[in-house]
């Protein structure tokens, strides 16, 4: 791509022209709204489209440096709003309005065509508002018909989302086998983790709201930078091991200590106590064992409670 940026000329020299309107606004203000006449007068006169050219100078440097116009844009345009309050009141509404939409107004639209242009240029995408909105509303499109611009091809989202598809049927009140077997085969063997993972999640989306998970708005107990010491650490069988004092937490919330007295001596986590307290309840309740696996609690996690309520 060539670092020259064409076709931001014309603008440049349209924002030059409409500065002529705003230099005879100028001018007629400074003789008949504030008497300044004379020599004082032609040098004085033109500060306002002076403060102007200086700040699209600046504002081409910066695009051109790192893309950005900077804070000569908002100085622009307080120049601009300041024009319109001269052109009304020398002229009126009516007149006023045409001659600083004329004038400036049309003089700082020119020059921000010419500056996105050469941000186009300098970073290969347009850059101006409405050129953001259109990008915006396209992705957001193509994301809903599952077109998004990611790494995946047209084949990969077909196949997920019939991957999808088959769980959800599978799921259903009544799901048909031929569009069961449809789904399956668009999806590929290479999709069934997909579809088994799905179809867990939606066969038990009814556990999520009893699932069992931390306060996040209690506070979060200090990490220690040495491990405690776990004498009693009992493995369970088909199960992550446990690595805490099974018989002393259960003893103490037999006892009825408080959550954090437990933590604190036993060194586990809030959720753990949670489960702890669960079962030990539920157990004493006469609950048999399967009842009280559901969740995160699997049988060795029951067995060994048991075992140590023993």
Same mark, same amino acid.
Request: hydrophobic residues 45%; glycine residues 8%; charged residues 25%.
């Given at each position: 791509? !060539?670092?020259? #940026?064409?076709?931001?000329? #014309? ?25 300044? %006449? ?34 000569? $844009? ?38 921000? @065509?010419?500056?996105? /242009? ?8 347009? !850059? ?15 994301? $809903? %018909? ?5 790494? $995946? ?7 997920? &989302? ?14 048909? &086998? ?23 999640? %939606?066969? !038990? ?29 009992? #493995? ?14 259960? @003893? ?21 106590? @949670? &489960? ?6 539920? /157990? ?19 067995? !060994? /409670? ?5």
């Amino acid at each position: 791509m !060539s670092d020259k #940026p064409k076709g931001s000329g #014309p603008w440049y020299i349209a924002f030059v022209v409409a500065l002529g309107v705003s230099v005879d606004t100028s001018w007629r203000y400074f003789g008949e709204r504030l008497h300044i %006449l004379g020599p004082e007068r032609v040098l004085l006169f033109s500060v306002v489209e002076v403060m102007l050219l200086a700040a699209a100078w600046s504002m081409r440097a910066g695009v051109r440096r790192n893309g950005h116009p900077g804070s000569a $844009r908002a100085v622009a345009w307080a120049l601009c709003g300041f024009q319109g309050y001269m052109a009304l009141e020398l002229s009126g509404p009516a007149a006023g309005i045409a001659r600083v939409v004329l004038g400036s107004g049309l003089a700082l639209v020119a020059l921000h @065509q010419a500056l996105g /242009i050469e941000i186009k240029v300098k970073t290969g995408v347009r !850059s101006g508002t409405l050129a953001r909105i259109g990008r915006e509303l396209r992705e957001r499109a193509l994301s $809903r %018909l599952g077109l998004a611009d990611d790494a $995946r091809d047209a084949l990969a989202r077909t196949r997920e &989302r019939a991957a999808v598809r088959a769980a959800e049927i599978a799921t259903s009140a009544k799901p048909s &086998r031929r569009a069961l077997r449809r789904a399956v085969l668009k999806a590929g063997p290479e999709l069934r983790p997909l579809i088994l993972d799905t179809r867990a999640a %939606l066969g !038990s989306v009814d556990r999520l709201m009893d699932a069992v998970v931390d306060n996040p708005w209690t506070s979060v107990q200090p990490v220690p930078s040495v491990p405690r010491s776990r004498p009693s650490a009992r #493995p369970t069988s088909g199960g992550p091991s446990i690595g805490w004092d099974v018989d002393k937490v259960v @003893q103490l919330v037999r006892e009825g200590r408080p959550a954090a007295e437990i933590m604190d001596a036993c060194a586990v986590t809030s959720k753990t106590v @949670q &489960r702890v307290t669960r079962v030990v309840r539920a /157990i004493a309740s006469g609950q048999p064992d399967a009842d009280i696996v559901r969740g995160d609690i699997t049988a060795p996690y029951v067995q !060994s /409670i048991r075992k140590a309520m023993a």
